[in-house]
Nanobody, 123 residues
């Protein structure tokens, strides 16, 4: 399984940005796909996750109401729509795949990772 993120960039506070994660290789329909992020000097943290089979989602409290995770089965792609961005959202964002849903928030349970994409929120 290979994951390829895209869509990062430099935006101003309050702006929106959409990240994409294209999945290639074998199907992971019964597992979770997630976004994690790592800010400078901090540990990588869970952002949100989606269960590929039925679209069930989970969010970190820090992004709830601002970020939306979705998937397009026809394109084998997961999206992260980020609205009302804040400077504290600045981080490298990673796409991950392959964890059982019960472990969706646990990065150690994901065997597949993308290379990451930088998101910088600054005025």
């Amino acid at each position: 399984v290979q994951l390829a993120e895209s869509g990062g960039g430099l935006v101003q506070p309050g702006d929106s940005l959409r990240l994409s994660c294209a999945v290639s290789g074998r199907t992971l329909s019964s597992y979770a796909m997630a976004w994690f992020r790592q800010a400078p000097g901090k540990e990588r943290e869970f952002v949100d996750a989606i269960r590929w089979s039925d679209g069930r989602t989970a969010y970190a409290d820090s992004v709830k109401g601002r970020f939306t995770i979705s998937r397009d089965s026809a394109k084998n792609t997961v999206y992260l729509q980020m609205n009302s961005l804040k400077p504290e959202d600045t981080a490298v964002y990673y796409c991950a795949a392959g964890a059982p849903w019960v472990w969706a928030r646990a990065q150690s349970k994901y065997p597949y990772w993308g290379q990451g994409t930088q998101v910088t929120v600054s005025s």
